[in-house]
């Protein structure tokens, strides 16, 4: 009972290259989404000024639909669901470009500018991957 669980799960993390870097940018979108949702004091800060402009339920609506797009077909396989991977991990490393901008032009030094910028290479290398790898799939 328990191998199964776990050789289901890990047929699930490692169904392709690409599957882990998907997950943990789309759990790392949600917390950012849900943070600058249910937190709107965070945006009075420094390294966050820049997220006060658009204001933090539109930046939560904006990075909540972008992992969904990520999590919808991770979940459900369907037709174009390759293109959707791509497209979604287009829109993530610009989100997550985005993100580390904000903390670079904020002028409050920290890691997130590195780690950030770092994801959204990352990102990027993996919508690539996913791009050059769709019509095969």
């Known amino acids: ?9 890990g047929d699930f993390l490692f169904a392709d290259p690409v599957r882990l870097i998907e997950l943990f940018s789309a759990l790392n979108l949600m917390g950012w989404a849900w943070l600058l949702a249910f937190e709107p004091s965070l945006l009075a800060r420094d390294s966050y000024a820049g997220f006060a402009s658009l204001g933090g339920p539109a930046w939560a609506a904006l990075l909540a639909s972008i992992a969904i797009s990520q999590f919808a077909p991770m979940i459900r396989r369907f037709r174009h669901a390759a293109n ?17 901008s904000n903390f670079l032009l904020s002028g409050v030094s920290t890691t997130a500018e590195a780690n ?16 050059w790898t769709s019509r095969s799939t």
């Open 1 to 9: 009972m328990f191998v199964n669980f776990f050789r289901r799960v």
């Open 84 to 100: 959707l991977r791509f497209m979604a991990m287009a829109a993530a490393a610009g989100a997550w470009l985005v993100i580390a």
């Open 116 to 131: 950030y910028l770092l994801l959204s290479l990352i990102c990027m290398v993996s919508g690539a991957y996913l791009g």
